[in-house]
């Protein structure tokens, strides 16, 4: 994963700052050359395999031009808007990070600024509006918010005359720190590299004091001093969970206690069934952390596990190290700074919201009914009983996020494991020779929305499958079956080709979806490659799914 870097003034020292990032591939443009870079494709911006771009852009170089209020007035940057459109359209496989500007407030308008039209503050809120309004309308830009670190860390903080002057480089080590931190946050994002479950412990973390030892009137939670501390804590939580993370609890403690303060304390933000599971006991954490990975068909490396308690970390750490253990604050009255920056922006963000998301702990609930349904009926009648009902989409674009999400989340069943943005499954859609399909699923439980996705391509007399995957929490049901059905009858429709090819590329994580295609009736010759008739692909489907 390759970065290029322009901007108008030296961002020599965020190279440092990005390695620790992550990001040891880079190429970082001249002084100034941001435009070149941009508009000229002789230029190696155009011509490398680089598939991020992040264009920092400083405020006050920006307008360094303008002497007088009339220029001011004239101030748009229209040119430079429709450049930057330009190249997203000629590059839309490119990931273009652009971060806001900021003009100094201190400049000669002194009250001006606040009280006119036209003044500096104007242009740069303009000038945000306006890109902002960008990443919303094309599908490979996205909004660097440089200003919010600007007005958190202030500016005495993050900017130095002394360094600019000597070698016009205007920020101190602080502020290329957050950018390159910001810039990973933002990248991980739309790569879809984020967390999925946020486990929390109880005592000390959603609340203060030791529910066992100090009882309901004693644990530190209301409106007021150290208290609000914890109900602001949870109040975050919540918000977290409104954008689809999942919430579990695993704590030491006697249950009846810890769940009597969901029940009955006025000031528990947090209800019970905000959580898809609950283990509170006298287990070790490290397997009650397991056992929840277990009840969702999810890897370790989704979860997030926050304990104020050293020793529970490191055991965690220690017994599970595919689970991220931040280590929990020292000063309390900082909890929900650190979370937010620390938690939210390390493991758990997002540059897209879905429906899938927001439904994300009901379908959890959904699947648990499921599940009790199954124990007490045959597979036949199980899968009956459900009344199944599956739609097919083929290149719809009102679902381009959530089927970007599923190539980027999805792991075991998963045939190659093959990552996409929003703005690769875009250009798929508008390619004659490919058609990516969608899958809905819902049943009397509820509407689970998008759950498996394909991507084919026309090859010559071929159809070839890029990507085949599927949500585990419907696996079990034919659904997987059903779905390359469906997808095989569009398929001759939309080319009509005589055979399909596909194959198996292995992961450590998607053993499940191993034998899925000699399942469906294709025929191999080392289990990782297949070719086979689609009438005859057809035919099996067809006797299988009515067995």
Partial sequence: MKIAVLSNINVDPLASALKKNGFNDMYLAGFNQFMMELLDPSYSLSQDE???????????????????????????????????????????????????????????????????????????????????????????????????????????????????????????????????????????????????????????????????????????LSEDGIGKVFRDFQRNIVRLKSIGI???????????????VFKSHPMMYLKKEDFVSIKINWKDKASNIQEIAQELDLNLDSFVFIDDNPVEREIVKQNLPAVEVPEFPDDI???????????????????????????????????????????????????????????????????????????????????????????????????????????????????????????????????VIDVFLMSCRVIGRNVEYRFMLDLLNATVDRWEIPSIKAEYIQTSKNELAKKFYVNCGFKSTDGEHFHSKIDDLKAFLEKLILQ
């Fill in 333 to 463: 009255t900082s909890l929900n700074n650190w979370f937010i920056s620390e938690v939210v922006f390390a493991f758990f963000p997002k540059v897209s919201l879905t429906k899938e998301d927001t439904e994300k702990t009901k379908q959890y609930e959904r699947n648990a009914q499921r599940k009790s349904l199954q124990t007490s009926l045959n597979i036949a009648d199980y899968i009956k009983s459900l009344q199944i009902n599956t739609t097919l989409l083929v290149n719809d674009t009102t679902f381009i996020s959530r089927l970007a999400q599923l190539t980027q989340k999805t792991n075991q069943f998963n045939l190659t494991t093959r990552r996409y943005t929003d703005s690769d499954i875009e250009v798929l859609m508008k390619n004659h020779d490919t058609v990516v399909f969608g899958y809905q699923y819902s049943d009397k439980f509820g509407n689970e929305g998008v759950i498996a996705e394909a991507i084919v391509r026309k090859v010559g007399c071929d159809a």
């Fill in 246 to 260: 999942i919430l579990a609890i695993c704590s030491k403690n006697n249950e009846d206690d810890a769940l009597e």
């Fill in 50 to 220: 680089t598939d991020i771009v992040l264009l920092h852009l400083d405020g006050d170089e920006l307008v360094k031009n303008t002497t007088n209020v009339e220029e001011l007035e004239n101030t748009d940057f229209s040119d430079l808007f429709s450049i930057l459109v330009q190249f997203a359209e000629k590059f839309p496989a490119k990931t273009i990070c652009v971060s806001g500007v900021v003009i100094s407030p201190l400049n000669y308008l002194s009250h001006l600024n606040g009280n006119s039209r036209h003044s500096f503050s104007s242009i740069q809120n303009a000038f945000n509006t306006r890109l902002q309004e960008l990443s919303l309308s094309a599908s490979n830009v996205y909004y660097l918010d440089f200003p919010a670190i600007v007005s958190y860390y202030g500016i005495q903080a993050l900017y130095d005359n002394k360094f600019w002057y000597l070698g016009r480089i205007k920020y101190t080590n602080l502020a290329f720190k957050q950018l390159a931190s910001s810039t990973k946050s933002l990248v991980c994002a739309v790569k879809g590299k984020t967390k999925k479950v946020l486990v929390l412990d109880l005592d000390n973390t959603l609340w203060g004091g030791v529910i066992g030892e100090d009882g309901m009137q004693g644990i530190d």
